[in-house]
């Protein structure tokens, strides 16, 4: 036994039966070996953890296992029984930053610098300004609210930088002469929330095209006044707009039906400009070339130069625009960036030499999109743009970011453990990789490499949430399709023979979304989502549930819960429970409500309302005592199979963003960039 054990001892000794008879309720929050006790092996971890910032230890959460820690444990001890619940936050995994991009431009003294724009989730965005020279730089963060996100961005002219930031949908400017990051004001609230491009034209006024409208407004910097035009397509939801040398307006639209509209500002009339597409049937996008035109370019229609109201065919297209530049020809770039760092930024000088700096800028985090535990028994989590896995250790309390685990870069959707790997399915594209915990941690796509990525199932998945290991030894997901597409598939790959295969429009116009083995029926319960791709409105009303037979290739029933004139829009989490019986969660436009569902007779028996929230995806749970755990956006909830009663288990501060599992003692989730947990057994 150490000293320091023995003095803990001395002064826990004469402590205790004082502070035991003040709080003689006191939950036993300090049962760290488990044995539903706090004793006297459970001061001996406490007391080696002392002086340390091990989060299981740290009982008031000041992050050091100190005194007032040392003062709750004292009055735990002798206790018995299940403790009250209480939520303690473990950490932010990841910090890192999207949306990034440099641009050449000079300071209030008119000196070259680099300008970087980044975005986050825990904070606004920000940006860099770098002296290419020593690497110094100074960080401007945006005080816009909710303006996360730096989706379109302009060097002008003049050398302002502008920002069109998302969600909050406002325009921002750096001016180099006031050094300071300002707001502009809204682009076209309600209309304009995600800017999707920006150009200038001739008199130095910034257009911007956006989502969700369609929208085109253009801002002039000499007035401060913006012109709203409206909606560019009464179908599609994103605009990408570029000027034209004649000072028209060519908007590129997305995402169901491709194709270019010229705005005609002085008429404002709207003109189609070249051939109009649909999404999975081949490629248009529109670009300015270096002669200074613009060209709808497409992959089975040929290539068009926009001139006047229309576009009109060509052979051949110029040479691309060359990259931007700092004034002695120096290029820039992130020489980490394929790694989703982006700290390390490279110049390299036209005559062939690289200089490099490391740029200690300040990341608040990443989100958290979704968290696992692993066949190793630690729990794994994705954060969300850019895709980073993370890794916690509830003994030894380490939170550490993985790094790299897809070539998608965007979130996991979802995670199965399969013959003790992990397999991660993630957007965009619905890539599958495979990681072994028992094996160093280095990303690539080779077969020795770890996480490997396997690449994607078909051509229409694209955000894969759920996935499922076991049934015909196989991996399936559960997708929403691709932008501009209905539709979502299952769809499965074989670790063993790396078989794919997808079955497509097996929910129609509406997708697949969660999935549950019946092992006993040897059926997976699939429930759809009414929700097409990203830019589509929904074809179908409401979603179903169906069981699919995996030996027969075959849908064996469906069905939907009946909810009148509010059907259900989503089945957003499904449950083999204990009993037997099917259990998930419905979001509609009505009551949303917790379903059992009895595979025997294929028939909805129990409709049960949620305390409080909404049911979150994937949020629902077997835990070790017999009954089901769920989650909604405000709280932890449980429900008896027996009785079929719902309790509230615990309200969580600041609401719940991600459900997590059940390891042990405690039930994880995350709030924003926050790994949270909660002791409820």
């Not at 008031?60 to 206790?79: E, H, L, P, W, Y």
């Not at 609230?189 to 034209?201: I, Y």
């Not at 594209?429 to 990303?443: E, H, K, M, N, T």
Request: a neutral charge; hydrophobic letters at 35%.
């Amino acid at each position: 036994m150490t000293a320091r054990t023995v003095l803990l001892l001395a002064v826990f000794l004469c402590a205790a039966p004082t502070l035991y008879a003040q709080v003689s309720e006191a939950p036993p929050e300090a049962d760290f070996n488990g044995d539903d006790a706090v004793d006297f092996q459970d001061f001996i971890l406490f007391a080696r953890a002392f002086g340390t910032g091990q989060v299981l230890y740290d009982l008031d959460g000041d992050g050091t296992v100190g005194f007032g820690d040392f003062v709750r444990f004292a009055r735990s001890f002798g206790r018995t029984g299940a403790p009250i619940p209480r939520v303690r936050d473990i950490g932010i995994p990841v910090r890192s930053v999207n949306w990034v991009r440099l641009h050449p431009g000079r300071n209030d003294e008119g000196r070259p610098r680099v300008y970087v724009t980044m975005g986050q989730q825990a904070d606004n965005l920000f940006v860099l300004q770098v002296d290419p020279e020593t690497g110094e730089f100074h960080q401007f963060v945006s005080p816009v609210p909710r303006s996360n996100y730096p989706t379109a961005t302009l060097m002008s002219r003049s050398g302002r930088l502008y920002i069109g930031s998302a969600y909050a949908g406002h325009l921002l400017c750096f001016d180099p002469r006031l050094n300071a990051l300002l707001d502009l004001g809204a682009i076209n609230p309600g209309a304009a929330t995600f800017p999707c491009r920006m150009d200038e034209d001739r008199n130095g006024r910034i257009w911007i095209g956006s989502y969700p409208g369609a929208d085109l407004t253009v801002y002039d910097p000499k007035t401060g006044e913006f012109t709203r035009y409206g909606r560019m397509s009464e179908v599609d939801l994103y605009n990408y707009p570029l000027v034209a040398p004649d000072g028209k307006i060519a908007c590129l639209i997305r995402q169901t039906r491709p194709h270019v509209v010229v705005f005609d500002p002085s008429t404002q009339k709207r003109y189609l400009a070249g051939p109009i597409t649909f999404k999975g049937q081949g490629s248009l996008t529109l670009e300015r070339r270096r002669d200074g035109n613009l060209y709808v370019i497409t992959s089975d229609y040929g290539n068009f130069l926009i001139s006047g109201n229309e576009g009109i065919a060509v052979a051949t297209l110029p040479g691309r625009m060359p990259p931007p530049t700092l004034p002695d020809g120096s290029t820039f770039f992130f020489s980490d960036a394929s790694e989703q760092i982006n700290r390390t930024l490279s110049i390299r000088r036209s005559f062939g030499s690289v200089r490099t700096f490391e740029l200690d800028y300040k990341a608040s985090g990443s989100d958290i999109f979704y968290i696992h535990t692993g066949p190793d028994g630690l729990i794994y989590g994705s954060s969300i743009l850019p895709l980073h896995l993370f890794r916690f250790n509830p003994l030894s309390s380490e939170l550490i970011d993985l790094g790299k685990c897809s070539r998608s870069a965007g979130e996991a959707y979802s995670m199965a453990n399969h013959q003790g790997k992990l397999y991660i399915s993630s957007y965009p594209a619905a890539r599958i990789s495979v990681y072994d915990p028992a094996l160093p941690y280095q990303f690539g796509t080779g077969p020795e490499d770890n996480p490997r990525d396997l690449g994607r199932l078909d051509d229409i998945s694209y955000r894969p949430r759920s996935t499922l290991a076991g049934p015909m030894g196989r991996v399936w997901i559960a997708s929403v399709p691709d932008y501009g597409r209905w539709g979502g598939p299952l769809a499965y790959y074989d670790p063993f023979t790396e078989e794919r295969k997808s079955y497509k429009r097996i929910a129609g116009d509406a997708s697949c979304y969660t999935l549950a083995h019946l092992e006993s029926q040897k059926l997976i319960a699939v429930g759809t989502t009414i929700s097409g791709g990203s830019g589509t409105r929904p074809r179908v009303s409401e979603a179903t549930l169906f069981l699919w037979n995996y030996q027969t290739e075959a849908k064996a029933w469906e069905g939907t819960i009946e909810r009148g004139s509010a059907p259900a829009s989503v089945f957003n989490a499904l449950l083999a429970g204990p009993d037997g019986m099917l259990y998930g969660t419905v979001r509609g436009r009505g009551l949303d409500e917790l379903f059992v569902f009895d595979p025997g007779t294929r028939t909805f028996t129990h409709r049960l309302p949620l305390p409080g929230g909404r049911p979150l995806d994937l949020g629902l749970q077997n835990g070790p005592d017999g009954k089901i755990y769920g989650f909604t956006s405000t709280l932890i909830y449980s429900l008896d199979p027996s009785t079929r009663q719902i309790e509230e288990v615990l309200r969580v501060d600041n609401g719940i963003r991600i459900a997590g599992p059940i390891l042990g003692k405690e039930i994880y989730f995350a709030t924003g960039a926050v790994l949270r947990s909660a002791t409820i057994f």
